[in-house]
């Protein structure tokens, strides 16, 4: 009997081993395990990190002037609640902690108790409603934009005459209603604990000192640490520029270079729905700062 293999078996023999070997290969190249894509998260974020600092301190030094105050202190400390409250918890918790602190920083000015009634005529209501539209058309063209929607759903509660409340929870109601007039609902909020996450939030998080803000914001939320650096640093620099067309400018290459980055889709998205808000905040108090106030009644 012969026991000779036809070279023709032994041919696809060993064309078979190879495609099998080469298989394999390619397999555990494109299987990474939990630990393997952590460590290439952590490489991505010392790189962006790098990168982020050198954008910050180039565009600084590039500025002629140093900031000043230019009036915008308030403003500052208005947009500072809105990015922590949002990094802390979202959009309903940042919305909330930037219409407290607008109401605590106008009571500080006044030094007095402040009602947060808007006489707006009617050519003026029409032409917030406007931008409420247009902001609203913004945010769901790109979801990622929290600031347009923001800014929206405050200047709704200003249209409709829901600017007043007497508790947290009934602020946090308030908000809910505004956002649920755009059909934007967040059906499984439970405003009682939301209220007592946003009294959190200005007892223990809170603070001008962005440093010392994001540092709290990191000791209770541990695993967002590296984009919490990411962030601060965004808000650390506009907080020195001096132009809400300086902020923009700024903005626009923070986001590229996050964009270019090679953290995941899911990092990114968390960096850039963050930086959406504190520019629209300064636009959205400096504007509403304009709209004439009704004087309490005695």
Not at 20 to 40: F, G, H, Q, R, Y
């Amino acid at each position: 009997m012969n026991t000779k293999k036809s070279p023709l078996i032994s041919i696809i023999a060993v064309c078979a081993i190879v495609l099998i070997l080469m298989s394999v290969a390619c397999s555990s190249d494109n299987m990474k395990t939990p630990l393997t894509e952590k460590k290439d998260q952590d490489i991505a974020f010392i790189e962006l990190n790098e990168n982020i600092k050198g954008y910050c301190s180039s565009f600084i030094g590039m500025q002629k002037t140093s900031r000043g105050d230019h009036g915008w202190g308030k403003f500052r400390d208005a947009l500072k609640a809105d990015h922590g409250g949002y990094s802390n918890g979202g959009a309903i918790i940042s919305i909330s902690a930037s219409r407290k602190r607008w109401k605590d920083l106008q009571a500080e000015q006044k030094a007095t108790l402040v009602e947060e009634r808007y006489i707006i005529t009617e050519e003026y209501h029409d032409f917030i409603e406007s931008k409420i539209d247009s902001l609203i058309a913004v945010y769901k063209n790109d979801e990622l934009n929290i600031g347009a929607l923001h800014n929206a759903t405050i200047l709704q509660s200003i249209i409709t005459d829901d600017m007043e409340y007497t508790s947290t929870a009934e602020l946090v109601s308030s908000v809910i209603s505004s956002l649920a007039s755009f059909d934007i609902s967040f059906p499984d909020v439970d405003i009682n604990q939301t209220a007592l996450e946003i009294d959190n939030f200005f007892e223990n998080i809170y603070s001008t000192d962005v440093t010392v803000m994001y540092n709290n914001l990191s000791e209770i939320k541990p695993e967002c640490q590296q984009e919490f650096e990411i962030i601060s640093q965004y808000l650390e620099t506009i907080d020195q520029l001096d132009s809400m067309e300086t902020i923009d400018s700024f903005t626009d290459g923070f986001r590229t270079i996050v964009a270019k980055s090679d953290l995941s889709s899911e990092k990114k998205e968390i960096i850039q729905e963050n930086i959406t808000v504190a520019p629209a905040s300064l636009k959205l108090w400096q504007f509403v700062d304009q709209i004439p106030t009704a004087e309490p009644e005695p």
